[in-house]
């Protein structure tokens, strides 16, 4: 079976260009995460969606970010307008259960804003 | 409160050392979860084990064992024989029903020298 699958794998942009980052959580798996990893602050959780629904979404740093998941096969992160403290590397997860399962996480996106 | 921490920030071992990671958690939960992840340096997390808060039982798989003690609030983690592979960044988690979240450690990195 696919693990969970993100695109792009690189993103090099410039400050104030609009990001979407793509992810296909595992097949059947009832819940999503976005994480974001940088040197300093580690793995931080941004947004949980379970069935679709957002359940958690205090970890999102400002209004430029938003997250969706229109169905149960595909979900978004975008950051608008993206800054070079956006700079990290994003994760998502999914799990089949909710947040005490194990989460399976993709391989994950390298944002760079320039 | 929920919280998990890595004292160790990096450790060497020269191959085939034991070494151990530890891992003490915080939480006043009754029913919570432990888990442990493997980042190599090409940046995946692979799950390694996932522990509930009612099994106290020690688990060995090949060079990898886990000693879950709740007197001590600790989940540590033991590779036996180092090898080069092991060289990666391990996280431990916590997981509970009252937290919408992972609450990941800040790692330890590991490196086992030929």
């Known amino acids: 079976d696919a693990g969970v699958i993100q695109s792009p794998r690189h993103e090099v942009t410039e400050m104030g260009q609009e990001v979407t980052l793509r992810c296909k959580p595992i097949s059947g798996h009832n819940s999503l995460f976005w994480y974001r990893q940088t040197m300093m602050r580690g793995l931080e959780l941004l947004i949980y969606f379970n069935n679709n629904v957002p359940i958690d979404d205090s970890g999102m740093p400002e209004d430029r970010f938003s997250a969706k998941m229109p169905n149960a096969s595909f979900s978004t992160l975008k950051i608008q307008p993206s800054e070079p403290r956006d700079s990290a590397v994003y994760f998502c997860a999914s799990s089949p259960g909710t947040q005490v399962d194990t989460q399976y996480f993709g391989p994950g996106t390298r944002l760079t804003v320039l | 409160a929920q919280k998990v921490t890595q004292a160790q920030t990096e450790i060497s071992v020269v191959e085939k050392e034991d070494v151990t990671l530890d891992c003490v958690y915080e939480?006043?939960?009754?029913?919570?979860?432990l888990f442990w992840y493997k980042q190599p340096p090409s940046g995946e997390l692979v799950f390694l084990i996932r522990r509930n808060s009612f099994d106290e039982q020690n688990e060995i798989s090949g060079r990898y064992s886990w000693n879950f003690q709740k007197s001590t609030s600790s989940f540590n983690f033991t590779i036996t024989a180092s090898q080069v592979v092991d060289s990666a960044v391990y996280f431990c988690a916590l997981a509970s029903n009252t937290g919408n979240q992972f609450y990941f450690g800040t790692g330890t990195s590991l490196t086992v020298i030929p």
């Open positions: 939480t006043r939960d009754t029913t919570y979860y």
